[in-house]
């Protein structure tokens, strides 16, 4: 499967752990986004990188949460002392840089916090 | 602030029947709007886009800047068009979603 890739697929965890996801983008997609979706809506914004570096971040990144992408392939998200609301999928999708690249997405990291 | 609005959480209809899925958009200036579908346990896809002008599987969808809207039609829909629809803008980089609306199509 040479599509995005994101591990691990579900992620269960006692509120107040810190829990880290991967995304693998496609090969050669300079851009990589991460999203949140939770019951009942569509997915939200959380940041992105062009390469390495994290060029925007949307005020749902609260400072428990931060995102690398060192060395611009993989990218990590992780969040500290995880809240019930947390609980949500978390997507990530790469495109290529030219604007109108598509995004692909991955498959999603679906966390509940307890 | 940009903002996609899909009024519909839940669309029904007879299969063979046509289907609209509303979308509109706030954003002053020239976005760039898409349709994205999941289908059941499959990942988030494009399925269009209005600079594209094409019809995929069957749906297009026609940017109404005057109503600000992107609504996605299909003439005769087909119980493999059941799946979640999402409406997204562009401007910039990131794409802004709408809640989505759920297309159920019965035999």
């Known amino acids: 499967d040479t599509g995005v890739s994101q591990n691990p697929r579900h992620k269960i965890t006692k509120r107040g752990q810190n829990v880290t996801f991967r995304c693998d983008p496609i090969?050669?997609?300079?851009?990589l986004y991460w999203y949140r979706q939770t019951l009942g809506q569509g997915p939200e914004f959380l940041t992105y990188?062009?390469?390495?570096?994290?060029?925007?971040k949307s005020r749902l990144l609260s400072d428990r949460f931060s995102a690398e992408r060192p060395k611009g392939s993989f990218s990590t998200l992780e969040i500290q002392r995880t809240e019930q609301g947390d609980s949500a999928m978390y997507l990530c999708?790469?495109?290529?840089?030219?604007?109108?690249?598509?995004?692909?997405f991955g498959q999603g990291t679906r966390l509940t916090v307890v | 602030a940009q903002r996609v609005t899909q009024p519909e959480k839940l669309l029904s209809v007879f299969k063979g029947a046509p289907v609209e899925l509303k979308c509109n958009y706030s954003?002053?200036?020239?976005?760039?709007l898409f349709w994205y579908v999941q289908y059941s346990r499959q990942r988030l896809q494009l399925l269009l886009r209005?600079?594209s002008r094409e019809s995929i599987k069957g749906f297009t969808a026609d940017l109404n800047k005057g109503e600000t809207s992107f609504h996605l039609k299909k003439p005769f829909a087909q119980e493999e068009d059941s799946a979640m629809y999402y409406c997204?803008?562009?401007?910039?980089?990131?794409?802004?979603f709408g809640k989505g609306t759920r297309l159920s199509v019965i035999a």
């Open positions: 999708a790469s495109s290529s840089w030219t604007a109108t690249g598509e995004a692909f």
């Open positions: 090969s050669e997609h300079n851009r």
């Open positions: 990188f062009q390469n390495e570096a994290q060029l925007e």
């Open positions: 954003y002053s200036g020239s976005p760039e």
């Open positions: 209005h600079i």
């Open positions: 997204a803008l562009r401007s910039g980089t990131p794409l802004v």
